[in-house]
């Protein structure tokens, strides 16, 4: 397979395609298919992969910081990658396993999350507004700061999760389970919390409607 034709943007079908470890920082990979394809510790560093096909594929470890990933990445492997700072705008996640992955300051606003594995999750500063997350597990992910502004989260697992100074106005949380949860000067105002599971959850300082108590 030839790199220089992949970097050039000359091949836009690569399903299944062996780029473990590559070097592909920078490149423009908008609209190619790349489904299933084992992208194993490659460096995806600001690239552009806006309408790309990732669905099934394997990214563990990749660095995709920077990146334009609004792409579809159903079902992919991402675990451990670093996708600090990338543009996840309405990006189909479902289903995808982010354990560990490291999304700090990304742009997440709109992306559809719902049964994705986010444990562990580095998610500082990330904009999560209007997304779906849905069932979604995000125990032990450091959410501190993060915007979760009207984000569904229901029946979603956030044990131990840091939420600490979180936006999470209009939020659905109805059915979550909050256990031990870091809710620290949280805003809440207007959420839903039927059925929600706050037990030993921190919540000093946390903003709430008083119809919510």
């Given at each position: 397979m030839?790199?220089?034709?992949i970097?050039a943007?000359k091949?836009?079908?690569?399903a299944?395609?062996?780029?473990?470890d590559?070097?592909?920082?920078q490149?423009d990979?908008?609209?190619?298919?790349?489904?299933?394809a084992?992208?194993?510790?490659?460096?995806l560093?600001?690239?552009?992969?806006?309408g790309a096909?990732l669905?099934g594929?394997?990214l563990?470890g990749?660095n995709l910081?920077?990146?334009d990933l609004?792409?579809t990445?159903?079902?992919?492997n991402l675990m451990?990658a670093?996708?600090?700072?990338?543009d996840?705008?309405?990006?189909?996640?479902?289903?995808?396993?982010?354990m560990?992955?490291n999304?700090a300051?990304?742009?997440?606003?709109?992306?559809?999350?719902s049964?994705?594995?986010l444990?562990?999750?580095?998610?500082?500063?990330?904009?999560?507004?209007g997304?779906?997350l849905r069932g979604?597990?995000?125990?032990?992910a450091?959410?501190?700061g993060?915007?979760?502004?009207q984000?569904?989260?229901?029946?979603?697992i956030?044990?131990?999760?840091n939420?600490e100074e979180a936006?999470?106005?209009?939020?659905n949380?109805?059915?979550?389970t909050l256990?031990?949860?870091?809710?620290?000067?949280?805003?809440?105002?207007?959420?839903?919390?039927?059925g929600?599971n706050?037990?030993n959850?921190?919540l000093?300082?946390?903003?709430?409607?008083?119809q919510q108590?």
């Amino acid at each position: 397979m030839n790199l220089e034709d992949i970097r050039a943007g000359k091949l836009k079908h690569l399903a299944g395609a062996d780029l473990e470890d590559e070097d592909l920082s920078q490149t423009d990979l908008s609209r190619t298919v790349l489904s299933g394809a084992n992208l194993v510790g490659s460096n995806l560093s600001g690239a552009c992969l806006a309408g790309a096909r990732l669905e099934g594929s394997n990214l563990l470890g990749s660095n995709l910081s920077g990146s334009d990933l609004r792409a579809t990445l159903l079902g992919a492997n991402l675990m451990q990658a670093d996708l600090t700072e990338a543009d996840l705008r309405g990006a189909n996640l479902r289903g995808a396993n982010l354990m560990q992955a490291n999304l700090a300051r990304s742009s997440l606003a709109g992306a559809f999350l719902s049964g994705a594995n986010l444990t562990g999750g580095n998610l500082q500063g990330a904009d999560l507004r209007g997304a779906d997350l849905r069932g979604a597990n995000l125990s032990s992910a450091n959410l501190q700061g993060a915007n979760l502004n009207q984000v569904d989260l229901q029946g979603a697992i956030l044990n131990q999760t840091n939420l600490e100074e979180a936006d999470l106005r209009d939020a659905n949380l109805a059915g979550a389970t909050l256990a031990e949860a870091n809710l620290l000067c949280a805003e809440l105002v207007g959420a839903n919390l039927k059925g929600t599971n706050l037990v030993n959850a921190c919540l000093t300082g946390t903003i709430l409607d008083q119809q919510q108590l």
